[in-house]
């Protein structure tokens, strides 16, 4: 899981009120992850740029459980929940899984590399495994 710094156009790295630095965690190639929820999290900001253009930002965010390639529980600031920052191909991957009719949560994620003619190395999530009922990785262990 990368961890990265949330700054603003300046690059001054952006704090909350308390004081404590804004982060977002992105996924790596061979992190896991189950997701808490059948939904992806989406928020859309409109800006305005050095033009003056008015321009639509959309973020998208996953609330799941994470591990890294060595099967070690992913943590941050101490905390089991983990918000994860989706690029849009992620989130569109993951949306396409919706209209499936696959449950998110009753699943097993893995994030993998994969080239695109347009924009190089990109960073991949497919599924890796399904169980009933969802949660844990140790419910996907006892399977194997």
């Known amino acids: 899981m990368e961890v990265r710094k949330v700054k603003n156009k300046t ?9 404590t630095e ?3 965690l992105r996924f790596e190639p061979g992190d896991e992850f189950i997701p808490e929820f059948n939904s992806v999290m989406e928020k859309t900001n409109e800006h305005t740029n050095d033009k003056g253009e008015l ?3 959309t973020n998208y965010t996953l ?6 390639k060595n099967a070690q529980p992913i943590f941050h600031r101490e905390s089991e929940e983990l918000f994860v920052t989706l690029t849009p191909a992620q989130a569109k991957s993951l949306k396409k ?3 499936e009719g696959i449950e998110l949560n009753q699943n097993m994620f893995v994030v993998y590399n994969y080239e695109s003619k347009e924009y190089g190395t990109q ?4 599924l890796k495994k399904s169980h009933k009922p969802p949660k844990s990785f140790d419910s996907f262990k006892a399977e194997e």
Request: glycine letters at 14%; proline letters at 0%.
């Open 11 to 19: 690059g001054e790295i952006l704090t909350t009120k308390e004081g």
């Open 22 to 24: 804004l982060e977002e």
């Open 55 to 57: 321009k639509k930002i």
């Open 63 to 68: 609330k799941c459980k994470a591990r890294d």
């Open 97 to 99: 899984k919706i209209e």
């Open 123 to 126: 960073i991949g999530v497919g």
